[in-house]
């Protein structure tokens, strides 16, 4: 164990720091009940009891947030549900608190290296969430189609599954929905959406069973009544009142009183006192045990209510060193963008130049995390060289309209992302020139001279800059 303080190894079975001499024995206990929470989420990861491991890894990391077994786990059941973004996020944050050593890199390489599973993951989403908005605007038959292409480019895709189900509910196919839900509770045996669902379904097959069969029953009431009249007979007669058969019914009656009172009476007595007499021996036992039970709970309160109280006074003065994280959060966002992004099969300009924008504003000097500063090298070298060209031609484009404050917004964009040639330096030096800012305009039209001496354009940039009445350099 690391010791909070002072970040030196300590034993395991020691309560206090060898180094510091700090108080370990709240923060043991916070590592044991992160650990707990731990294994009980893997339990249920083992029986595909995904949400609930969801549930149980959360409790791990608000118990100790830098738990990377936690959160890689976590990670590994966000994958298995479909939700790509999450697990990626989750395993960045592993290694950030972990660089060295971490499964999460193995996980993030697996993903990274399998780029047409990565792309119909993400295509997966882009399309659930337009089925999202279609069934939202009552396209159900719209979003029927696009979650079919999703759950079939990302099986697993849980989310996405439910809904389909919940479409087809919608539209009257139970037998389509129960298929959709059967495997959506393979997933995730316990989810509770996808159990809901289900129960729904079962409840209407038993309602629409039942209706018909109370018809059955009124029909066959009808009938038996029916087969009660007396036949029509041609020879009518009355008959003639036969007495001993009425003595016999009532003697009968009274053997049958007489039976029953003094037979089947005592015996049902006797049968209730017994079962009386075991059910409050049974209450009076187990009112015993709970009250023994409470008693021990009252006690147990006490007994943690007292080392809460400690632990809240050894809490105020204990310190525990803290990580700025806050400064991935711009990563996490542009990630977030560049992921949807490169799923998107036509991005404009615009959207390119936007997105190079925050990339660029990202600052990677106070990243301490070597694989989140490749993470952003990357991004930045595929954005910057899809957009600088693009940048380039809306540049041109605007200066030929005269809009030459905004030629030079885009000229410069694409100089910055490295589209950098003899033309892209004079028509941004020209742009400046025209918007009367001399000096930044010299600047590119010295870069041309210097750097492109042989170009056409260097005699027309060496022109301008004697108009300006500024020499080369």
């Known amino acids: 164990m690391i010791c909070p303080r002072c970040g030196n190894a300590v034993r395991g079975a020691v ?31 083992g029986v595909r009891d995904l949400s609930g491991a969801v549930q149980m890894l959360k409790k791990s990391l ?59 993951m993400n295509q997966a989403i882009r399309k659930y969430n337009l089925a999202l908005e279609s069934a939202k605007q009552g396209g159900d038959d719209m979003a029927i189609l696009q979650l079919k292409k999703a759950v079939s480019l990302s099986p697993n895709f849980l989310r996405a599954r439910q809904l389909l189900a919940l479409l087809y509910l919608h539209t009257g196919d139970k037998e389509r929905a129960r298929k959709q839900l059967t495997y959506a509770a393979k997933i995730d045996v316990a989810n509770t959406k996808t159990l809901r669902y289900l129960k729904e379904i079962t409840a209407q097959a038993e309602t629409e069973k039942e209706a018909p069969q109370s018809g059955e029953q009124e029909l066959a009431a009808v009938e038996s009544i029916g087969s009660l009249r007396p036949a029509a007979s041609g020879n009518y007669s009355e008959d003639k009142p036969n007495v001993m058969a009425w003595v016999a019914l009532v003697i009968g009656a009274l053997l049958g009183v007489l039976v029953t009172f003094f037979l089947i009476v005592p015996t049902a007595r006797k049968n209730i006192r017994m079962e009386f007499e075991k059910n409050q021996l049974d209450y009076s036992s187990e009112l015993r045990i709970k009250e023994a039970a409470i008693t021990s709970l009252e006690k147990e309160a006490e007994l943690w209510k007292t080392r809460y109280e400690e632990t809240q006074r050894e809490l105020s003065g204990l310190e525990i060193p803290e990580y700025d994280v806050e400064m991935y959060n711009d990563l996490f966002l542009a990630l977030q963008e560049y992921l ?52 380039y031609t809306l540049g041109r484009q605007a200066h030929d309209d005269g809009d030459y404050e905004q030629a ?64 080369e350099e």
């Open 15 to 45: 309560t206090y720091c060898d180094s510091c001499g700090a108080e370990l024995t709240v923060y043991k206990k916070i590592m044991q009940s992160s650990n707990l929470y731990y294994n009980k989420g893997l339990e249920r990861a």
């Open 62 to 120: 608000e118990m100790n947030k830098r738990n990377t077994v936690a959160r890689n786990l976590l990670g590994l059941v966000y994958f298995e549900m479909g939700e790509t973004v999450a697990a990626l996020g989750e395993w960045v944050v592993s290694k950030h608190f972990q660089p060295d050593d971490n499964r999460a890199d193995e996980y993030m390489e697996k993903v990274q290296n399998s780029p047409a599973k990565f792309d119909a």
């Open 340 to 391: 949807v992004v490169s799923v998107k099969e036509d991005v404009s300009p615009e959207e390119l130049l936007e997105l190079a924008g925050k990339l660029s504003g990202l600052d990677t000097e106070r990243m301490d995390n070597a694989d989140a500063k490749k993470l952003v090298q990357e991004m930045q070298r595929d954005i910057y060289d899809r957009v600088a060209e693009p940048a």
């Open 408 to 471: 030079a917004i885009y000229l410069q964009a694409s100089y910055d992302y490295g589209f950098r040639n003899d033309y892209c330096c004079y028509y941004l030096g020209k742009s400046y020139q025209l918007m009367e800012a001399y000096e930044q305009a010299a600047q590119y039209y010295r870069l041309l001279v210097s750097q492109f001496p042989d170009s056409s354009l260097a005699g027309y940039a060496r022109t301008r800059l004697g108009e300006m009445g500024m020499e």
